[in-house]
């Protein structure tokens, strides 16, 4: 599966209805579980970096992802209230996660949107792993959302610092013409953080298997398994 998948370029309408964007945000929150791979780009100036993550989602609190970075790799499963991160070959106990959704944030931005009437473009229909999708594009300012974690405590990144400059972030959806799913969800930002400069970021997230209990279920790593079979904590 490739992470470009599904690429819209064409506008279709320049005043579009949010009703069924909105119910693919409600039925895809709705799922009891789905994987997912998003990759991450971030360039400032000369300096570039980019990550991706792989993982699978059950709900309500189960979770297994994984975020390579080059040569560098961490996982993180979750079952209950019980967590672990494994930073090379070692599994240690972690902070479990409250929300596990990856859905759920997507909801704030629309009805951000929605409540101050920004428009919603749609752009040409695209084939996304295994069926076609409409796809939705809506521009909303910066700091509607939060800077990644590894910058949220950068002087210059707090909301109201970031909402003081004149950047926006473009938000894509990409809904699934025969299940209804959120398929996909693009965005591409260019913010100013005062202690770095201008910060171009693009994400991509694909869903698959979405409800599919075969291949979404969440498994516990061998690693993990062993580790806890021979007492490790």
């Known amino acids: 599966m490739s992470i470009a998948s599904g690429t819209a370029t064409q506008v279709v ?4 209805a949010w009703g069924p964007l909105v119910q693919a945000i409600e039925k895809s929150e709705a799922a009891s579980m ?9 360039q400032n100036g000369n300096l570039h970096t980019s990550f991706t993550v792989y993982g699978t989602i059950q709900q309500p609190d189960m979770a297994s992802i994984q975020v390579h970075e080059n040569n560098f790799n961490i996982a993180f499963y979750q079952q209950g209230q019980v967590a ?16 596990l959704n990856a859905y759920a ?7 951000y949107a929605m409540a101050h009437h920004f428009p919603l473009v749609q752009m040409n229909r695209t084939y996304v792993v295994d069926e076609y999708c409409n796809v939705y594009r809506v521009i909303v300012p ?20 970031l909402s003081s400059h004149a950047s926006e972030v473009a938000y ?15 965005t591409q930002s260019v913010g100013v953080v005062d202690s ?20 979404a279920k969440v498994q516990i790593p061998v690693s993990l398994a062993q580790q806890l079979e021979q007492g490790v904590q």
């Open 172 to 186: 894509v959806f990409y809904v699934g013409q025969t299940t209804g799913y959120i398929r996909q969800i693009q």
């Open 105 to 111: 944030g997507y909801r704030d931005v629309v009805e």
């Open 13 to 16: 309408s320049r005043q579009a």
């Open 196 to 215: 770095v400069g201008s910060l171009i970021m693009q994400t991509s997230t694909i869903f698959q298997d979405i409800d599919n209990t075969q291949l």
């Open 142 to 161: 910066n700091g509607t959302v939060s800077l990644p974690a590894f910058l949220g405590g950068a002087p210059g990144a707090s909301s109201t610092e």
């Open 34 to 42: 789905y994987k997912l791979q998003t990759a991450v780009n971030i």
């Open 84 to 99: 672990y991160q494994q930073d090379g070959t070692i599994w240690s106990p972690a902070q479990p996660v409250s929300t």
